[in-house]
């Protein structure tokens, strides 16, 4: 699996859009790219997941760049609840492919 | 949405004895489960892939004969901490995936606290 790199920690204000980059140079033309997060002391939470197009579902949007080798996940209106350590994740599709987790960002929301 | 069930949520057992901890997907079938340990302040660490009806397959440093996993049915995957020591106090987490949908998500379980005195 292509390995990510995102910043440590990012601060955002609450009701403001939170942007957290990834970057994935060395991604595959079949690997996914995942987002998930993890409030403390519960198990991750699946937030989005792309290939090539951009995505949007309720909880966030995921902007991929046309080369591939980077990508933006987006909470348009951050609570104080979705402070959280998000983890970008390439992967191949498919059941049995594992997910191989980094140290992710740990975003907090500010009041 | 896709339901992963783990239990218990947290255990305390002495050392030398066996913890049991249970993976179940709730309304999708799952081929495979992924076993992962968390230690205080650092990422998900794979620990073992559960295939069912057949043998686990374990990532380097994982002591099989000591991380005993069945996988007997499409929806129960188990994990025993055999003969448990204190260093073996983490948060253990499973996680499975649709079987059934293509490019389905892994979805996660909310997670086991163990705590070996």
Known sequence: DAKTTQPTSMDCAEGRAANLPCNHSTISGNEYVYWYRQIHSQGPQYIIHGLKNNETNEMASLIITEDRKSSTLILPHATLRDTAVYYCIVRLGGSNYKLTFGKGTLLTVNP | ?117
Request: charged share 15%; proline share 3%; aromatic share 10%.
């Open chain 2, 1 to 117: 949405g896709a339901v992963v069930s783990q239990h218990p949520s947290w255990v305390i057992c002495k050392s030398g004895t066996s913890v049991k901890i249970e993976c179940r997907s709730l309304d999708f079938q799952a081929t495979t489960m992924f076993w992962y340990r968390q230690f205080p302040k650092q990422s998900l660490m794979l620990m073992a892939t559960s295939n069912e009806g057949s043998k686990a397959t374990y990532e380097q440093g994982v002591e099989k004969d000591k991380f005993l996993i069945n996988h007997a049915s499409l929806t129960l995957s188990t994990l025993t901490v055999t003969s448990a020591h204190p260093e073996d106090s983490s948060f253990y987490i499973c996680s499975a995936t649709n079987a059934q949908r293509n490019n389905s998500p892994l979805h996660f379980g909310n997670g086991t606290r163990l705590t070996v005195t």
